[in-house]
Every structure is written in C-alpha cells, then in structure tokens.
C-alpha cells in the first residue's frame, strides 16, 4: 500500500483528496494536518468521511510525514516550497496542488504571487502536472506541480490546435467562469452567498496569476510565446469551470474528427458530439473534461467549450492522477467515480 500523508487537509480540496483517497484500493492515508483542528477526527470535522477515514488531525511535522511515501501539499501559495526540498531528500515524492513549482521562473513566480521563492533550484526539475500532455515526464518525477484550475481547462480545451498550429496564437481569447469553491475556504465577504447569489462578475481582468501559467503551457506546445487575453469570472455555482476559448484558425479542417482524434485515448478527457454544448453540472464530482468544438457559420473562428469540476479535474482527482502515473498504477484507480446528476 502507498502510505500518503495529506498537508492541508480542511480545506475544499484537502477535503476532496480524502474522499477520492479514502476510496483508492491501493492507498493508505496515514497523516492528515490542520494546525486549527488538531487532535480531532477527520470525522468529526467532516462527517461526510464518517467511517470512511479514521485518521486524526495533527499538526504538520516533516518526520511525521516523511514517514510517508507521498506527500501531498492541499495548501495556500507559499507552505509547500517551505517543507519540499527535506522531503525530497528524504526520498519522498511530492505532489503540490498549490502555484509554488508550476511556474519556471522564481522572477515571475514572486511578481505574480508576492514573494520571493524558498527554493527556486527545485523549479528546473518540478514536473508541470497535466498528464494529458507530460504523462511520461510524470511518471519519472518525485515532485509533481499539479495544475490550477482554469489552466487546466483551457490547455485542454486550445492543446490540440496550439500544438499543431492550427490557431493563430497572437489572439486566443479565454472567457472563463468559475463556481465560488475556487476562491477557497477563507471566510471573505467577496465569496459570501448573500454578495454571489443572483450576481455574475468577472474579476482579475488587469492581469492574473493564473495568466502566466497558461502562457507558459501553451508556449510549451507551440515553442513561441502565445498573445492570450483571458478573463476570469465568479458566478453563483459551488463548483465548476467553464471555459469558452476563441481563436482564429489557420487552416480549414474538421474539427470534430481532429479533436475526436487528439483526445481518443485519455481516459478522462471527453470530446461530445458534434453541436453539443458541455454543462458544469455533467462533471461535478468526477475527474473528467468534457469539450466540444464549435465553428459558427462555417467561419473562421473556432470556439472551444471546456467544462471541468474545479475541485476534482482542476485539484484533488487531478492530484490523484498524477500520483497513479508516478508509482506505476493504472491512471484510472480510484477515479472512476460518476459524476453526480442532479
């Protein structure tokens, strides 16, 4: 069994990684942290995950989890990059679901998240997490920086065109909105359901933090750099990403067929029919991106329609994922999980 330990664990996706991890036939989870509620149980913290994972909180201490085998960072920007390089050393595998090893350049990383990097000489070997296109990479790495959520969307949603210069890449349009749980569970005003309910705005249209990630993966599938305008929104929905992508095309071909094609063999990637429009509610709760690919009247814009679950695809199942490739497992265990309908 694969011992896990789970850094950060009372927040949407600590919480997500227990219920998916809980379930894995070849995972044992063996320490859970929260500085706040140490000393209680999981359960009685989450009664959801009553009798599903009997572990009890305690605080976060590198022996404890160094005792593990996989060590997974559910945590705000800037813990993760504080106990990774002991980890390592100690032969652990590291799986951060947070920004600190997504982005190649300590420079950027500290503009766009507002401090200096703890260890900027891990980012040259931390493996960018979307098994969709770094699956072999994944498998050899022992630090994994699992992607955001909008950026895993979009790259799913441009990859096949970006990569196969399909698209102008001077002007993609991202026009994507996100449920509230992708703000986190800080109590904020912004996230109250009396400011969200009956309300659609976007937000971070100056610029950010996840523009330069998206840049950065689509500049590693074209090798230039990409003109990308994207522009988050928060709508009134728990979870949830959409993602509506522009691009002008360059070549004249059958989308459908090509991105049928592109996508054939990943497990959790599903292109619909053609004339189809994905809906955040046919992927809540489950590790699954639906897409479908659009070319209105016949014209020379594309529109690509991505939906994933922020807190599975976009973080935890994402995780998991990731974790299956690196210790040799077949990529689907312990993520076959439907997704909920209603």
Not at 9 to 27: K, S
Not at 53 to 65: G, I, K, M, S, T
Request: contains cysteine; glycine residues 12%; negative net charge.
């Amino acid at each position: 069994m694969i011992k896990a330990a789970i850094v950060g664990g009372t927040g949407y996706t600590g919480v997500e990684l227990l219920r998916l991890l809980a379930r894995h036939p070849e995972v044992a989870i063996t320490s859970v942290t929260s500085r706040s509620d140490a000393g209680k149980t999981v359960g009685e913290v989450y009664p959801s995950l009553r009798g599903a994972v009997d572990a009890v909180f305690e605080a976060p201490e590198v022996d404890a989890l160094a005792a593990c085998d996989v060590v997974f960072f559910a945590t705000p920007n800037g813990v993760a990059m504080q106990s990774a390089k002991e980890l390592l050393a100690r032969g652990r595998t590291v799986i951060d679901l947070s920004a600190d090893f997504r982005l190649r350049d300590a420079g950027v990383w500290q503009q766009w998240y507002g401090q200096p990097h703890a260890c900027p000489e891990l980012l040259p070997e931390a493996v960018y997490g979307l098994p969709e296109v770094n699956r072999e990479q994944i498998r050899k790495a022992r630090l994994v920086a699992c992607p955001g959520c909008y950026p895993t969307a979009v790259q799913l949603g441009y990859g096949p065109l970006v990569a196969k210069g399909i698209v102008d890449t001077d002007h993609l349009i991202a026009d994507c909105k996100s449920g509230v749980s992708g703000a986190g569970r800080q109590a904020r005003v912004a996230t109250l359901m009396a400011e969200t309910g009956e309300s659609f705005k976007a937000y971070g249209v100056p610029g950010h933090r996840h523009h330069p990630e998206i840049g950065q993966g689509l500049r590693a599938l074209t090798g230039k750099s990409v003109g990308l305008t994207f522009v988050p929104h928060m709508i009134p929905m728990i979870r949830g990403i959409h993602a509506t992508l522009y691009g002008r095309l360059l070549e004249d071909i059958d989308l459908q067929a090509f991105y049928e094609t592109h996508y054939a063999d990943e497990p959790f990637v599903d292109v619909l029919p053609a004339g189809a429009h994905p809906d955040t509610g046919d992927v809540r709760g489950a590790n699954r991106c639906q897409i479908a690919v659009h070319r209105p009247g016949g014209g020379e814009t594309v529109v690509v329609l991505a939906v994933i679950d922020n807190l599975v695809k976009g973080a935890a199942g994402q995780a998991v994922q990731n974790m299956n490739l690196v210790f040799g497992l077949p990529e689907i265990t312990g993520l076959e999980t439907i997704a909920l309908y209603p």
